[in-house]
């Protein structure tokens, strides 16, 4: 059984910095892309940041400049370092782990609260 299990979340006031951590269990093959989503109260689930096999990177408009996704050093594992961060970024906080060889599937971890305030 696959498992991904986010950490680092937490209270930070605006401007102030995070970093989210993620690491997998009991998978055998390098997940192809692995990245962040977030959902904030009353929208929908969104792509925070994604980073593919060949190291190829993709951000959010709203966070681009300000967050950077990277691999861990161990097998199937990502970080995302959060900078200069607003309160428009207070949300639950997904991990993301896909295998795309011929088909596609997703594994998620339970998600972890990033919240910004004063």
């Known amino acids: 059984q696959v498992q991904l299990v986010e950490s680092g979340g937490g209270l930070v006031q605006p401007g102030g910095s995070l970093r989210l951590s993620c690491a997998a269990s009991?998978?055998?093959?390098?997940?192809?892309?692995m990245g962040w989503y977030r959902q904030a109260p009353g929208k929908e689930r969104e792509l925070v940041a994604q980073i593919f096999s060949g190291g190829r990177t993709d951000y959010s408009d709203s966070v681009k400049g300000r967050f950077t996704i990277s691999r861990g050093n161990a097998l199937n594992t990502v970080n995302l370092q959060m900078n200069s961060l607003k309160p428009e970024d207070t949300a639950v906080y997904y991990c993301n782990g896909q295998l795309t060889f011929v088909t596609s599937t997703s594994f998620w971890g339970q998600g972890t609260q990033v919240t910004v305030s004063s």
């Open positions: 009991g998978s055998i093959r390098r997940f192809d892309v």
